[in-house]
């Protein structure tokens, strides 16, 4: 499956867009969903003592799972495809680790 077939796939369970407040709902669940898998793993630091083998991976699945619809859902709504975001990311990073600027903070690196 490509992403773009993911995202075709996504909107068949989303809301309509023209559903009063849907933008801010997408990006609302986005947070939330991120949110839950942050609050997983701050379980996992405080009860299981960091223990890598003790992580829920399918659990966190599910979660990335929901994380990943609402990006879709969102970059839909926004009028782009999964597969130019994932392509540019890939290029903005190449192009970083070449320069030697993987590291730091900005956008514009």
Excluded: C
Excluded at 4 to 15: I, K, M, P, S, V
Excluded at 69 to 80: E, F, K, N
Excluded at 94 to 104: D, E
Aim: glycine share 10%; charged share 35%.
């Amino acid at each position: 499956m490509d992403l773009d077939e993911y995202q075709r796939g996504a909107l068949r369970t989303a809301a309509p867009r023209d559903r009063r407040n849907e933008l801010l709902h997408l990006v609302l669940g986005l947070v939330g969903e991120s949110g839950e898998i942050a609050e997983k793993f701050k379980k996992w630091v405080r009860d299981l003592d960091s223990d890598e083998s003790r992580i829920d991976r399918a659990d966190i699945a599910k979660e990335l799972g929901d994380v990943l619809w609402y990006v879709a859902v969102l970059a839909d709504y926004l009028d782009l495809s999964l597969d130019d975001i994932a392509a540019a990311n890939l290029a903005k990073l190449a192009s970083r680790q070449g320069r030697g600027v993987l590291g730091g903070s900005g956008d514009n690196r």
